[in-house]
């Protein structure tokens, strides 16, 4: 039974346009969430998290919205460059994510494509 | 500033064998997580130690796994009698304290002949 859910194995989007990956969770202990995105052959690499206190973080081109209420969290990139091709983690902290309190609990990912 | 290190990149091992990955973390972090990634599969986690210390296994198989994080060195997985269902990318990544972002390493690639 999936704790975290990324339902859109892909999207494929236009350089310059804005990519949005969602993340739907399902318990509403998890208190922290982060999104990592990852290359082929390489380890994940942290973009940008939030805590369960806030409904927004902003950094730079990305921006982390979380709506607890829906238990949904999503990922903006605007605009979107070549560069941000690659597969997005969403990932999830907290008691009862299965990860321990304090490993984290991963969706299975979501393979962004940007498109010239 | 170094980031993660993990080593080897790659690791084939016939049925039975041993399997030893290694990690050594951030400088400065003491937090220390394992986790697996089966293809087409998220991260799951395996094990959460600090130096000396294993604060949390409860991901991890209960047979034939065992993690350390001594006081000097790397951290260790160690994959006793390795089986085709072994096979997998191991990731570990580091961070200062809990509840911090944490840092992956590129990972183990461990093949299973």
């Known amino acids: 039974d999936q704790q975290v859910k990324q339902n859109s194995p892909s999207l494929s989007v236009q350089e310059g346009r804005i990519s949005i990956l969602n993340c739907d969770y399902t318990?509403?202990?998890?208190?922290?969430f982060l999104w990592y995105k990852k290359y082929p052959a390489e380890g994940p690499t942290f973009l940008i998290s939030?805590?369960?206190?806030?409904d927004k973080n902003e950094d730079g081109r990305f921006t982390v919205f979380l709506n607890k209420s829906a238990k949904h969290l999503s990922l903006h990139i605007v605009p979107s460059q070549p560069g941000d091709s690659a597969v997005y983690f969403c990932?999830?902290?907290?008691?009862?994510?299965?990860?321990?309190?304090?490993?984290?609990?991963f969706g299975k990912g979501t393979h962004l494509i940007i498109q010239p | 500033n170094a980031g993660v290190m993990q080593n080897p990149r790659h690791l084939v091992r016939r049925r039975g064998q041993e399997a030893r990955l290694r990690c050594s973390p951030m400088?400065?972090?003491?937090?220390v997580y394992w986790y697996r990634q089966l293809p087409e599969e998220g991260l799951k986690f395996m094990v959460y130690?600090?130096?000396?210390?294993?604060?949390?296994e409860s991901g991890m198989p209960k047979e034939r796994f065992s993690a350390e994080f001594p006081k000097e060195g790397p951290s260790i997985l160690r994959i006793q009698q390795v089986v085709r269902g072994d096979s997998a990318a191991y990731f570990c990544?580091?961070?200062?304290?809990?509840?911090?972002?944490?840092?992956f390493g590129d990972g183990t690639r461990l093949s299973i002949l």
């Open positions: 990544a580091s961070s200062p304290s809990n509840h911090q972002p944490q840092h």
């Open positions: 318990n509403s202990m998890f208190d922290y």
């Open positions: 130690l600090q130096k000396e210390n294993i604060i949390d």
């Open positions: 400088k400065g972090h003491s937090h």
């Open positions: 939030i805590s369960s206190i806030k």
């Open positions: 990932a999830v902290n907290g008691v009862g994510t299965g990860g321990g309190a304090d490993g984290l609990t």
